[in-house]
């Protein structure tokens, strides 16, 4: 059975970090395409960041320069560092782990950014 399961999300003020993590069990992340995913209430879900198995990164515009996508094979996990977060990056993120037909997802982690 895979699992992917978020961790790390919580209330921080602006300009504050966060560090995500995405730990999986039933699939190893080097074998799939690795992404964060976020959603607000009555938006779609966005891609954050990506890393491929071979290890390259990619982000939404928004997040260039704030956000770093990151794996530790050794763990099987993902993270996702998140700098200068700002109000409007308050939103439910998700982990998904992606390989044609393989799609999975997490339960998501919610991360509020407020005064």
């Known amino acids: 059975q895979v699992q992917l399961v978020e961790s790390g999300g919580g209330l921080v003020q602006p300009g504050g970090s966060l560090r995500l993590s995405c730990a999986a069990s039933g699939i190893i992340f080097t074998n799939y395409r690795v992404n964060w995913y976020r959603q607000t209430l009555g938006k779609q879900r966005e891609l954050v960041a990506g890393i491929t198995s071979g290890g390259t990164t990619i982000y939404a515009e928004s997040m260039k320069g704030r956000f770093t996508i990151s794996r530790d094979d050794a763990k099987n996990m993902v993270f996702l560092q998140m700098n200068s977060l700002k109000s409007e990056d308050t939103a439910d993120y998700y982990c998904?782990?992606?390989?044609?037909?393989?799609?999975?997802w997490g339960q998501g982690t919610q991360v509020t950014v407020s005064p």
């Open positions: 998904n782990a992606y390989s044609r037909p393989y799609d999975y």
